[in-house]
């Protein structure tokens, strides 16, 4: 949602005319709980912008706002109550899916829907998935709900994330799909990788770059396997600087990696976009 909300907030606030223009422009919907940003110059008007916007946008029981982005080793949002019921937790719905978090301790990006969409139908009959990095379940879900995957193991090292990875396991009904894993990529791909290569799809979603575990990916990608490459990128570069990351490791294992497909997610900082590449890894 843009512009609404900044004219909404003009409107019903007696600013002066350079704090109007420092009101957000956009907020984001997660359940029944909008977060918005907030400049330093206008944080001391949030109750009132709150009360605003709880009032004024349907089904909304909670208003945050985001006081930094995501920080620490865990991705943990940085988040303050402004108006409402002061509990965070929610249900999101989203093309069949429902998610199950806590705004204030996990992360949720809207902007990957298209991405998730995408995955799926690039998923064939009966393939073992590897999800490195898989949060809440953004990408396992849908793929265990609607794709033809026969398996995902879906490894997580946030004890909150991993926390409602189990509950929205359960409450999407997909028990006999997701194999949830609780640790670092590292020991949890080293573990899968003992018995044999057992992926034919490893999702590699973490930013800014998943670079540090690709060694992981390479123990355990079968034949001809594709690896879904998470990353940023200068709006001045070229994905062969992501190629050569991918490159390097590879060919420590007798490998290669070869670029199928390029896409833009949505924009990550001023003119750096997140980016993804699938990349066929073939022995």
């Known amino acids: 949602m843009v512009e609404p909300i900044k004219q909404l907030l003009?409107?019903?606030l007696e600013l002066q005319k350079k704090e109007q223009?420092?009101?957000?422009?956009?907020?984001q919907k997660i359940g029944d709980i909008v977060i918005v940003n907030l400049k330093e110059d206008v944080e001391k008007y949030d109750k009132k912008i709150g009360k605003i916007i709880l009032e004024n946008i349907p089904n909304?029981?909670?208003?945050?706002?985001?006081t930094d982005y995501i920080t620490g080793k865990f991705r943990e949002p940085n988040i303050k109550v402004i108006a409402g019921d002061?509990?965070?937790?929610t249900i999101h719905k989203e093309h069949g899916i429902e998610y199950k978090l806590d705004v204030?301790?996990?992360?949720?990006?809207?902007?990957?829907?298209?991405?998730?969409?995408?995955?799926?139908?690039?998923?064939?009959e009966g393939e073992t998935i590897v999800d490195m990095f898989a949060g809440i379940g953004y990408f396992s879900l849908g793929l265990a709900k609607f794709s033809e995957a026969k398996k995902i193991y879906a490894i997580e090292f946030n004890p909150d994330s991993y926390h409602y990875l189990w509950e929205n396991i359960k409450l999407n009904q997909v028990r006999d799909k997701i194999i949830p894993m609780f640790g670092d990529c590292r020991e949890e791909c080293e573990s899968l990788s003992k018995s044999e290569r057992i992926a034919d799809r490893i999702l590699m979603g973490l930013l800014p770059s998943p670079k540090e575990y690709l060694d992981s990916a390479m123990k355990i990608i079968k034949p001809r396997g594709i690896i879904h490459y998470h990353s940023t990128l200068g709006k001045e570069e070229g994905y062969e600087k992501l190629m050569m990351e991918i490159n390097d490791v590879s060919l420590k294992y007798g490998l290669q990696a070869e670029l199928i497909n390029s896409k833009e997610v949505k924009s990550y900082a001023p003119n750096?976009?997140?980016?993804?590449?699938?990349v066929k890894i073939t022995h």
């Open 10 to 12: 003009n409107e019903k």
């Open 21 to 27: 223009s420092l009101l957000p422009s956009s907020y």
């Open 60 to 66: 909304t029981q909670t208003v945050c706002r985001r």
């Open 86 to 89: 002061k509990n965070t937790e």
């Open 104 to 124: 204030a301790k996990v992360m949720f990006s809207k902007g990957n829907l298209n991405e998730r969409k995408r995955l799926i139908d690039q998923v064939s």
């Open 272 to 278: 750096v976009n997140h980016i993804v590449l699938d």
